[in-house]
């Protein structure tokens, strides 16, 4: 028998409910991928019928999510700033928390042909929601892995944010001679034996882009001693990490001579990124 939208929401919902503390929503994206629907029609078209196709679709689905996998990788599509972007495996998932980054770099005085890097790109999502934002700043995006510069450069081109520029470099080793206004950065900040790197979806996730030493703060101290060579002055540095790193960040912003530092909370009352200005 078909399943109607409601009653396949409320199975799907029910068979996650103990694996996923987000099941409902869960359900509504994977079904929502499948349909190729808005979140709207799901409540105003409850009683339609999902097809055979559809019903078995969303079966091996919710199987893979059962399983772990985060829904991002199934639909292989994630939302951040209201930019939909291409996601997988090789990439970090863009989270919600990091659009305090954007939300900080937008808030800035800045000039409007302003130059912006933004370290370790990813998927491309802080580098393309400025570049958004801010059509007439020249942003480059750097990625030490290949794998994420393709990924990136994808999203840029199927966006069409043209004022992206992707390119591969070990944070700064391809950009001698580069100088920027604003630097942003989501680098990697956890504790090789944090207990939640074998939860959720960061089982899924490539260690290289979640992992760093010296209690996750060794390629936070490497980009805040190494932007010195790369700011304007009077330029910014923004960084995002983890919510206990925040005093340890302004400390080695503070020790290499930056000034007007300050920490900014995260949309969940967390100290999430912390900024300072080159003199």
Request: one cysteine or more; glycine letters at 6%; hydrophobic letters at 45%.
């Amino acid at each position: 028998m078909s399943l109607t939208l409601e009653q396949a929401i409320a199975a799907g919902a029910d068979l996650l409910a103990s694996s996923s503390e987000s099941a409902k929503l869960d359900a509504q994206v994977l079904l929502l991928h499948i349909l190729q629907k808005p979140r709207s029609y799901l409540f105003t078209w409850p009683e339609h019928a999902l097809s055979n196709e559809q019903q078995s679709q969303f079966n091996v689905f919710l199987q893979r999510r059962l399983k772990g996998e985060p829904v991002a990788h199934i639909t292989g599509l994630r939302e951040f700033w209201s930019l939909s972007l291409e996601v997988n495996a090789t990439t970090l998932i863009p989270r919600p928390d990091t659009e305090t980054l954007v939300e900080c770099a937008l808030n800035l005085v800045m000039l409007d042909t302003a130059k912006v890097l933004d370290l370790g790109t990813g998927t491309g999502a802080i580098a393309l929601a400025l570049g958004c934002e801010m059509p007439n700043w020249q942003i480059i995006a750097v990625d030490r892995v290949t794998e994420a510069v393709a990924l990136a450069n994808k999203n840029q081109q199927r966006l069409g944010i043209n004022n992206v520029d992707v390119k591969q470099s070990n944070w700064f080793s391809a950009l001698q001679g580069e100088r920027f206004n604003l630097i942003v950065t989501n680098p990697p900040y956890i504790e090789q034996d944090d207990i939640h790197l074998n939860q959720g979806d960061v089982r899924f996730e490539p260690l290289s882009a979640l992992v760093a030493d010296d209690a996750g703060m060794s390629d936070i101290k490497q980009i805040i001693t190494q932007s010195r060579d790369y700011l304007l002055s009077s330029g910014y540095l923004l960084i995002e990490h983890g919510f206990e790193q925040a005093e340890a960040v302004r400390h080695l912003f503070k020790e290499m001579a930056f000034i007007n530092i300050k920490t900014v909370k995260d949309f969940g009352n967390n100290d999430r990124v912390t900024l300072a200005q080159w003199p």
